[in-house]
């Protein structure tokens, strides 16, 4: 059974600082690999998509990477702003494909203090 | 943001009474998927569609059924709601095109007394 660990659980940094987070998984036979943001009583917002041919994606001030074979993947924040306080979260879909839900991490809760 | 919708947002309801949810999209996925999210968790699948009619459990599917007569609605049920089934409940949505990217609707905040 696929198992999504996310370090560090909360993490708060003053604004400017580039920060890492961290997610790993168990079973490298993924599909893909969904970065998102969770605001306090809100959805989810993807933020990234990595294939699993890909090592990294890129957006804005996100860079996303993954290490397939040992099963892991981070998300680069570059630049921090207080707008960037939010939980994210690391999703796996294994290489059934479309036809299987994700595999969710329990989050990072960020802070970034002005 | 893709076009999905839930209803109703928010919903308080007894033990034992019966519970439809509602998601909506308006992007022509295929694919459609209902998760729980509940403090200490995290979110877990509960049910998806791979086409109308096509439907199969996930992760936490004891106590739910549900439904798929149309690509655009999935329809969650619990047929007796119990005080576990208390939850923020998230429907998806994904397809091929976009290598399977999921999006998310805004949620369902259930509570179950």
């Known amino acids: 059974k696929q198992e999504v660990t996310q370090i560090p659980a909360a993490l708060s940094v003053p604004e400017g600082e580039n920060l890492v987070l961290n997610c790993s998984f168990t079973?490298?036979?993924?599909?893909?690999l969904q970065w998102f943001r969770q605001d306090p009583g809100k959805g989810l917002t993807s933020l990234l998509l990595?294939?699993?041919?890909?090592r990294e994606q890129t957006s804005g001030r996100l860079n996303a990477s993954l290490d397939k074979s040992s099963g892991r993947s981070t998300l680069y924040i570059a630049a921090s702003q207080p707008g960037d306080s939010a939980t994210y979260l690391c999703?796996?879909?294994?290489?059934?494909?479309?036809?299987?839900?994700?595999?969710f991490g329990k989050g990072t809760h960020l802070i970034i203090q002005p | 943001d893709a076009g999905i919708t839930q209803s109703p947002r928010h919903k308080v309801t007894e033990t034992g009474t019966p519970v439809t949810l509602r998601c909506h999209q308006t992007?022509?996925?295929?694919?459609m998927y209902w998760y729980r999210q509940d403090p200490g968790h995290g979110l877990r699948l509960i049910h998806y569609?791979?086409?109308?009619?096509?439907?199969d459990k996930g992760e936490v599917s004891d106590g739910y059924s549900v439904s798929r007569s149309k690509t655009e609605d999935f329809l969650l049920t619990l047929e007796s709601a119990t005080s576990s089934q208390t939850s923020v409940y998230f429907c998806?949505?994904?397809?091929?095109?976009?290598?399977?990217?999921?999006?998310f609707g805004p949620g369902t905040r259930l509570t179950v007394t």
């Open positions: 998806a949505i994904s397809d091929y095109r976009g290598a399977y990217e999921q999006y």
């Open positions: 079973d490298s036979a993924i599909y893909n």
């Open positions: 990595i294939q699993s041919s890909q």
């Open positions: 999703a796996v879909l294994n290489s059934g494909g479309g036809a299987d839900g994700l595999t």
């Open positions: 992007e022509n996925h295929r694919y």
């Open positions: 569609s791979y086409g109308v009619k096509d439907t």
